[in-house]
């Protein structure tokens, strides 16, 4: 059976289909970041779309055609279907302690744009962030020290005038901010596919920071901080 026409505008809002290659390649990458801030507006109001999951299930069993790719922490508390409020096949999801930008996680960004046309790229953060917070302490935990020691550049980075503590809230969320930032300027010094792409405006690179409290979600496509240290 073919499956019914559906406008770009609408593309990311299906309740029983899947978004088709033909829908994907006709919307824009700012249309794309577009949808995805109406969906985290949905989201936030508690007027989601009402989706049949199995149906969509179905409709993207034969193959997928992702608008977008977001790079996200494993908080369970920062699901990224849910907060930008779209289906099966809608978008690629990768998922670290602390969003932190490694080789593996590259390739996975490199694929989902350069070889099954994602258009986005979503580096998204998030408040009361705990691996920020155990950077900041300097656990020492098995391979999660490997892990935060790749979240350390954004503190040295962070200016912060009050109390550089990891029960300072707002200094946890200004260094998750600052994370976020580093890891967009990773993305682009260390996938030059990426940057290739995102300077011939195939794709969009842009941050994310997800507030936990609201439920509200801020874009960020910012340069890297003045005097801020490389991510390695």
Do not use: W
Not at 91 to 99: C, E, H, L, T, V
Not at 122 to 137: E, P, Q, R, S
Not at 153 to 158: L, Q
Not at 205 to 223: C, K, Q
């Amino acid at each position: 059976m073919a499956r019914p026409l559906v406008s770009s505008a609408q593309a990311l809002t299906q309740a029983h289909g899947a978004l088709t290659k033909e829908q994907r390649d006709r919307l824009t990458p700012t249309q794309v970041l577009d949808a995805l801030a109406r969906g985290n507006e949905r989201f936030r109001s508690g007027a989601m779309v009402s989706r049949d999951y199995r149906a969509q299930q179905r409709a993207s069993a034969a193959a997928q055609f992702p608008a977008c790719v977001t790079l996200g922490c494993v908080d369970s508390r920062v699901p990224s279907e849910v907060i930008f409020d779209v289906g099966i096949g809608d978008m690629f999801s990768a998922r670290i302690a602390g969003n932190v930008v490694n080789d593996d996680l590259l390739g996975s960004l490199e694929f989902a744009c350069a070889v099954a046309g994602a258009k986005v790229i979503v580096l998204l953060g998030h408040t009361a962030c705990g691996a920020v917070k155990g950077a900041i302490d300097d656990v020492e935990m098995g391979n999660l020290t490997g892990l935060l020691a790749r979240i350390k550049p954004a503190i040295t980075a962070t200016t912060f005038s009050g109390t550089a503590s990891s029960k300072d809230a707002a200094y946890v969320d200004a260094v998750a901010r600052t994370n976020v930032l580093l890891g967009l300027d990773a993305i682009r010094r260390r996938s030059p596919l990426l940057a290739d792409l995102e300077k011939k405006q195939t794709i969009l690179i842009v941050g994310g920071m997800y507030d936990l409290s609201t439920g509200a979600l801020e874009f960020l496509n910012e340069g890297v901080p003045q005097g801020a240290a490389m991510v390695r």
